[in-house]
């Protein structure tokens, strides 16, 4: 049986084959940096060009299902679209890179790490920065009512094993800016 491992890695030989840059992101990136938990899915930042669909639909087509035209759709739009492996239903969610200066500045700081959360292989691969992963999550924290458990677990655990090697100044700079430095605070005050 496939693993979400085998998944990923197939996902990443096509992303490196088009020469199309990525940034995990979500509870896979949080795992790195705090405390590991098990998903059904993961969340990556690409930045997918409109006239890269088509190759990248033709080059996974055969291990995910996938709609090209949704995919199309889901860029014009800004909104993320998913792929579903067929031998593991293990499902990625991929938002497209947005133009915005916070996007483009934690975009840049991405950084190669092992993960080892998709199975006994470890894969290299491009993951958010620790300050960017919590930023994004009490973004979604936010916006999803402030009452996710699992998302405020997951900032804790971040906390708790990499705080101490946190840029703050940066985390301070991009909560004020997203408007989510009263969620920081709160957070570091725990």
């Keep these: 049986m496939a693993t979400p491992g085998d998944a990923l890695r197939r996902l990443l030989e096509v992303l490196d084959k088009l ?97 080892r959360s998709f199975g006994p292989e470890p894969i290299e691969c491009a993951v958010a920065s620790a300050e960017d992963t919590i930023l994004r999550k009490l973004e979604w924290y936010r916006a999803g009512g402030e009452v996710s458990e699992r998302q405020w677990n997951d900032l804790r655990g971040v906390i708790r094993v990499s705080g101490h090697k946190l840029d703050r100044d940066y985390l301070h700079k991009w909560a004020r800016h997203l408007k989510i430095d009263d969620l920081l605070e709160r957070l570091l005050s725990e």
């Design 19 to 115: 020469e199309i840059r990525y940034a995990i992101g979500g509870s896979s990136a949080s795992s790195v940096y705090g405390i590991p938990r098990t998903s059904e899915d993961a969340d990556l930042v690409v930045d997918l060009r409109p006239d890269q669909i088509d190759e990248f639909a033709a080059e996974l087509r055969s291990d995910f299902y996938l709609d090209p035209g949704t995919i199309r759709e889901a860029l014009t739009r800004g909104r993320a679209f998913n792929l579903i492996h067929f031998k593991s239903s293990y499902k990625f969610d991929l938002f497209p890179l947005r133009s915005d200066d916070f996007s483009r500045t934690e975009f840049s700081r991405r950084r190669y790490v092992i993960l």
